[in-house]
């Protein structure tokens, strides 16, 4: 395993990565960075001064198989490679056929985890509450953090610390004939304007089921 991030200073290199590097949740692992033991768990920040001494080595864990969302990672990761050498970054591809979490589980319990962890938003709240991960707040900047979708900081925030950011947040659609609604006297809306309530639409479930 690569340095733990709370080893490295990376200033505008961490926040490339952090803002644009792997789908679900990108998040800064806690295995034990400042140079205690390496199994123990910690809540410290992370340590995003600006500083590097060398080329600081970060491997990201990701556990898609071959698909456009892994090309792009791969793109993004050459691209950022590339472009600059105080930072150096590896991808790792989970095998498949071991459950994914297992996988971070057992890491995180031998002090192993990587750098960089990209998994599911909702599993970041367990993640952040058993300390497994560190909080990212110090590698954001504020024009960074007011980029960002309201809902992709409220996803990756836990207990006031933000300890994630997912690369893009995901819409639910709903399609219904027209003819169907005014068949059951129901309301089609025209817009945003007099989009149907909570209630209304729980109603209007009922209704059609």
């Given at each position: 395993m690569k340095?733990?991030?709370?080893?490295?200073g990376?200033g505008?290199?961490?926040r490339?990565l952090?803002s644009?590097?792997?789908?679900g949740a990108?998040?800064?692992?806690?295995?034990?960075g400042?140079?205690?033991?390496?199994?123990e768990?910690?809540?410290?920040?992370?340590t995003?001064?600006g500083?590097?001494?060398?080329?600081?080595q970060?491997?990201?864990?990701f556990?898609a198989?071959?698909s456009?969302?892994y090309n792009?990672l791969?793109?993004?990761v050459h691209?950022?490679?590339k472009?600059?050498?105080?930072?150096r970054?590896?991808v790792?591809?989970?095998?498949?056929?071991?459950?994914y979490n297992?996988l971070?589980?057992s890491?995180?319990a031998?002090?192993?985890?990587?750098?960089l962890?990209?998994?599911d938003?909702?599993r970041?709240?367990?993640?952040?509450?058993?300390?497994?991960?560190k909080?990212?707040?110090?590698?954001l900047?504020?024009?960074?953090?007011?980029?960002l979708l309201?809902?992709?900081?409220?996803q990756?925030?836990?207990?006031?610390r933000?300890y994630?950011?997912?690369?893009?947040d995901s819409?639910?659609?709903?399609?219904v004939?027209?003819?169907v609604?005014?068949k059951?006297?129901i309301?089609?809306p025209?817009?945003?304007?007099?989009a149907?309530?909570a209630?209304?639409?729980?109603?209007?479930l009922?209704t059609?089921?």
């Amino acid at each position: 395993m690569k340095a733990p991030l709370g080893d490295v200073g990376w200033g505008h290199g961490r926040r490339a990565l952090v803002s644009g590097l792997v789908a679900g949740a990108l998040l800064l692992a806690a295995c034990g960075g400042g140079g205690g033991d390496r199994g123990e768990w910690t809540r410290t920040d992370t340590t995003c001064d600006g500083r590097i001494e060398g080329t600081a080595q970060v491997t990201v864990w990701f556990h898609a198989g071959p698909s456009a969302e892994y090309n792009t990672l791969l793109r993004q990761v050459h691209d950022f490679n590339k472009a600059q050498r105080e930072v150096r970054v590896e991808v790792v591809t989970l095998p498949e056929q071991r459950p994914y979490n297992e996988l971070v589980l057992s890491a995180a319990a031998s002090g192993d985890l990587p750098d960089l962890l990209d998994f599911d938003g909702p599993r970041l709240y367990s993640h952040a509450w058993s300390g497994r991960i560190k909080p990212i707040d110090s590698c954001l900047s504020d024009g960074l953090r007011k980029d960002l979708l309201a809902s992709i900081r409220q996803q990756g925030t836990y207990a006031g610390r933000l300890y994630g950011i997912g690369t893009f947040d995901s819409g639910l659609g709903l399609y219904v004939r027209p003819s169907v609604l005014k068949k059951t006297g129901i309301r089609v809306p025209q817009g945003v304007e007099d989009a149907w309530t909570a209630r209304e639409f729980t109603d209007i479930l009922r209704t059609l089921r």
